[in-house]
């Protein structure tokens, strides 16, 4: 139960330690092998360290790489000679032992695994990876303490690794101990997870405190919401929670469960008839689609949420209408109202939607009123910057993209706006205009460098030396994209 492949990606993460530490080593197949490796041409890779081992070459580095392509093509016996041929050569190597005893521990030679680990980590105590394959090994040797003070040792190496968390709160589970597996388990969710989804995965692990097993079923969901793929993560928890689970008689009748599963469908910002169905099966009392919006509102969902529901509608029926799949562009405009008329950003998709009826100018008109009601929201603004730009009049277009950015609250929220004034400016030849709008972007969004630097419009801008020498100062590539 703990998590499988010990010596998988996760688990031979000691590569990158080694960094591929060439060492002056000048030989031309192993010169040519790392070039290979580092390309991932891994077949042809194997090929070079192979001949370069062949005609003699016992280097450590060199026999390392080649046990983990062995490995990776699952070739075990193979792998294990490399490691133990580069332990004969560097004895007081922990990642060599830790090789070898992950591998052993692939073979089931357990007692031999153990021994191995133990040496990696008597080499480099704080070996967190070496503890934690240790704990895996003592746990399927029914060694349950040991594995469990394995694990925790891992830990102080590593406090915010995934997997140990992940492993520690499996074996509480296992030994029967629930609110300590519950524990861990939300510690390992909660690692590094984006700040805004915190109260949702909070309540959700709350809510199945006393069902470990459901959450174990979630958590590679959960972990996806740290980085950039938390849509689709959101997609797909809804699919499986409600697919597989709404009809559980606990959770259909909790109203919590219900709210939580609203919002993580709003989350997941995709509009197709599976998440519709989600929402239909929430709502189950409701008698048609577009009730659904007012069951979703019952659930006693925050202000943007409820925003978003009515986005989320909108556009479902609008898009779907555009593809003649059973939508309706009034049902789609009565929900963008709805969205505007809770003061959320819908303008500029509703703009689309009444274009199609009302004309550029008719619709114009009817935001130059909205503007007049809600005279602090920038989203009017800006939506009345962008109408005016597809009419063809670029002062006035300025005029509203600059109202709607001195009333943002946030540089992420005018990120857009500021773009599309900077190019405005450039074709109006307001350089000076440009060049402070640019120095902005350069400062607080420095990872828009690159796409600053290959546009043919703003490259006359990059004739002033300010402005270039703060494209330049610093690595085109952000760290967290290296």
Request: charge should be positive.
């Given at each position: 139960m703990e998590l499988k492949g010990i010596l998988a990606v996760l688990i031979f993460l000691f590569i990158l330690a080694i960094e591929f530490c060439f060492c002056g080593y000048e030989n031309p197949l192993v010169v040519k092998a790392d070039s290979l490796y580092l390309l991932g041409r891994y077949k042809q890779a194997h090929l070079y360290y192979k001949r370069a081992l062949d005609e003699g070459i016992k280097d450590y580095n060199v026999l390392v790489r080649e046990g983990l392509l062995l490995y990776s093509f699952g070739k075990i016996e193979e792998a294990l000679n490399c490691f133990e041929e580069a332990a004969r050569i560097a004895p007081d190597s922990a990642e060599t032992w830790y090789g070898l005893g992950s591998l052993y521990e692939e073979m089931g030679k357990r007692d031999t695994a153990l021994r191995c680990l133990k040496k990696a980590v008597t080499i480099q105590p704080d070996y967190h990876d070496a503890w934690n394959n240790l704990g895996v090994v003592y746990r399927r040797n029914g060694m349950e303490k040991k594995a469990l003070e394995a694990y925790r040792k891992a830990l102080f190496g590593s406090p915010s690794d995934t997997i140990t968390l992940y492993n520690i709160a499996t074996l509480f589970q296992d030994m029967g101990k629930t609110d300590s597996?519950?524990?861990?388990?939300?510690?390992?969710?909660?690692?590094?997870?984006?700040?805004?989804?915190i109260g949702f995965v909070d309540s959700l692990l709350l809510l199945l405190r006393k069902n470990t097993p459901l959450i174990e079923e979630i958590l590679p969901y959960l972990w996806a919401l740290k980085d950039k793929s938390s849509d689709s993560a959101f997609y797909k928890m809804v699919n499986h929670l409600i697919g597989n689970h709404i009809a559980d008689s606990t959770l259909k009748k909790d109203r919590v469960f219900k709210r939580l599963m609203a919002q993580a469908i709003l989350n997941s910002n995709i509009f197709d008839e599976r998440m519709i169905d989600c929402m239909s099966k929430l709502c189950e009392d409701s008698t048609s689609r577009v009730d659904i919006y007012h069951c979703l509102v019952g659930f006693g969902l925050n202000p943007d949420s409820i925003c978003e529901a009515a986005r989320f509608l909108?556009?479902?029926?609008?898009?779907?209408?555009?593809?003649?799949?059973?939508?309706?562009?009034?049902?789609?405009?009565?929900y963008y109202k709805k969205c505007i008329d809770l003061g959320c950003n819908c303008y500029k998709d509703f703009?689309?939607?009444?274009?199609?009826?009302?004309?550029?100018?008719?619709?114009?008109?009817?935001?130059?009123?909205?503007?007049?009601?809600?005279?602090?929201?920038?989203?009017?603004?800006?939506?009345?910057?962008y109408l005016y730009e597809a009419k063809g009049d670029t002062e006035m277009a300025i005029r509203y993209l600059e109202k709607a950015l001195d009333l943002y609250k946030t540089p992420d929220d005018s990120l857009t706006d500021t773009i599309e004034l900077l190019k405005l400016y450039v074709k109006t030849r307001r350089t000076d205009n440009a060049k402070g709008i640019l120095a902005w972007i350069l400062k607080n969004k420095p990872e828009l460098r690159r796409y600053i630097m290959f546009d043919p419009l703003l490259e006359p801008l990059l004739l002033d030396r300010n402005l270039l020498k703060m494209v330049l100062d610093e690595p085109i590539i952000p760290e967290d994209e290296r």
């Open positions: 597996a519950w524990y861990y388990y939300r510690k390992s969710a909660m690692i590094n997870i984006k700040p805004r989804y909108a556009s479902y029926f609008f898009y779907r209408n555009q593809y003649l799949l059973r939508g309706s562009e009034e049902i789609a405009r009565e703009a689309a939607v009444l274009i199609r009826k009302e004309g550029l100018d008719g619709t114009i008109k009817i935001f130059a009123k909205y503007a007049e009601k809600a005279s602090d929201l920038p989203y009017i603004y800006s939506a009345l910057g």
